[in-house]
């Protein structure tokens, strides 16, 4: 039927390995399913059991999940169960409160459409999936809500949020024992992401 759910109880399934509910974030995106409501539901509850879980297997299980062919459901999932709240607190963050005088765009739907069209570039270019492109994709603006700022007129800015950024997931990745390379990659592609704007128009 399409539909993710647990073999018993989620809350028995879940409370055995907490892990099975990023894993059921997972299967969404890499099977298109969605996921049945108790089994949502005990996800919301059971969040906070993810704590007893090794960081080394949260880590392996979010990335297998940012190299399914469409991670935003899932990452959608997470958000909605809190479970990112736990695991990479730093996207649902990016859910900032629209001041009704002051203007930017949805920062959380931007990242998930760069996300999106960073893998559309992967496969576009027949290129392998690039957890490092994935990652930065997913972070580049998380330094936005440290550094937003309303000028006068409502014109809201983010000045340096790409410096601020960099440290901010360099630090996230190191805390989920991301390994070096990748850590100092996905920073580098953060810090530079603004570099070249509007280079394709020739400004």
Do not use: W
Not at 6 to 12: F, I, L, M
Not at 80 to 108: F, N, R, S
């Amino acid at each position: 039927a399409g539909r993710i759910t647990t073999p018993g109880s989620p809350e028995v399934s879940f409370g055995d390995d907490p892990l099975r509910m990023m894993r059921a974030a997972r299967f969404v995106s890499q099977l298109g399913f969605a996921v049945a409501e108790p089994t949502v539901q005990a996800m919301r509850d059971l969040a906070p059991r993810l704590e007893i879980v090794s960081v080394e297997r949260i880590c392996d299980e979010l990335s297998k999940l940012l190299r399914t062919a469409d991670p935003v459901p899932g990452i959608r999932l997470l958000v909605e169960t809190g479970i990112a709240q736990l695991v990479l607190p730093e996207i649902p963050a990016l859910k900032l409160e629209i001041d009704e005088h002051a203007h930017h765009k949805d920062v959380y739907e931007h990242s998930l459409t760069v996300l999106k069209q960073a893998i559309d570039l992967e496969k576009a270019r027949g290129h392998d999936v690039d957890l490092v492109l994935r990652l930065a994709a997913l972070l580049h603006d998380i330094g936005k809500p440290a550094t937003r700022k309303i000028e006068a007129g409502g014109v809201v800015t983010f000045h340096h949020h790409d410096v601020v950024g960099a440290k901010l997931a360099g630090r996230r990745l190191k805390a989920l024992r991301f390994d070096n390379d990748t850590v100092a990659s996905v920073a580098r592609l953060i810090e530079l992401h603004l570099r070249f704007f509007g280079y394709t128009e020739g400004e």
